[in-house]
């Protein structure tokens, strides 16, 4: 099946290269997308160079851009791609084996269910991701253990189905909550995470982590 990668990239031009030569080396047939909106560096010249379709617009966060990628997405699997080597591509095939085999419309990469190298570093990240999980589960019904993921996979009806809103990292918790919502058939599946420090280039903060409380309640009750 045909995977279109959606690739937000924001300052991203130390690993941009890396991330898309590793796509690129996969037995994949594939598309890439890179969204840059707004970065100083040369994260699109060198995207650009690699042949990936580079879509630019006004800075308004990681959500925007996944969301201003899903049009011209042309696979039957989307595969939401972060720049900055934190998710290895070559987990991909993994990933969307679940998908191709006909029983998931949708797959999360787990950094919180074990048996792939994580980076030990930032505890009170990983207290946040696993209370954020937990709500998910009492609000959804759901065993989702790492809702946040960056790595998550779709068929491609299923993302372009979901009505998107959040311009910012609030994307995640939107996401996890409207495809709960759905009822579609969702499975999860270890992954590596090579984590990056905020001095290496991490934006997300704990008022995102604020903010994923609210839209997961907003999902669940006022949608
Ligand atoms: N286009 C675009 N991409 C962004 C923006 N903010 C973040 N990103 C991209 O989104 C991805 C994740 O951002 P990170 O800063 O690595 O966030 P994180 O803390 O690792 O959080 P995760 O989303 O869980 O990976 C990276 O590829 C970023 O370049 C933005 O404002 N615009
Ligand atoms: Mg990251």
């Given at each position: 099946m045909r995977v279109s990668f959606l690739v937000p990239a924001y300052n991203e031009a130390a690993t941009i290269g890396e991330v898309l030569d590793r796509i690129a080396a996969l037995e994949l047939e594939s598309q890439v997308i890179v969204v840059d909106d707004g970065s100083s560096d040369d994260t699109a010249a060198i995207a650009e160079s690699k042949g990936a379709l580079v879509i630019r617009q006004e800075n308004r966060g990681k959500g925007a851009a996944i969301r201003a990628a899903i049009p011209h997405a042309d696979g039957e699997i989307a595969v939401i791609q972060?720049?900055?080597?934190?998710?290895?591509?070559?987990e991909v095939p993994a990933l969307i084996e679940p998908i191709e085999r006909g029983v998931a419309d949708v797959v999360y990469g787990s950094r919180l269910a074990g048996g792939r190298p994580q980076r030990a570093y930032l505890f009170w990240h990983l207290v946040g991701n696993r209370f954020l999980s937990l709500v998910t589960g009492v609000l959804f019904n759901t065993t989702l253990s790492d809702m946040e993921t960056g790595y998550k996979a779709f068929r491609i009806e299923v993302l372009r189905s979901l009505d998107l809103r959040q311009d910012d990292f609030a994307i995640e918790p939107e996401i996890t909550g409207k495809i709960c919502k759905l009822g579609v058939r969702v499975y999860e599946l270890p992954i590596a995470y090579y984590g990056r420090t905020y001095a290496e280039g991490k934006k997300i903060t704990w008022r995102d982590g604020f903010k994923a409380l609210r839209v997961l309640f907003a999902v669940r009750f006022l949608e």
């Open positions: 972060d720049a900055d080597m934190e998710y290895d591509p070559a």
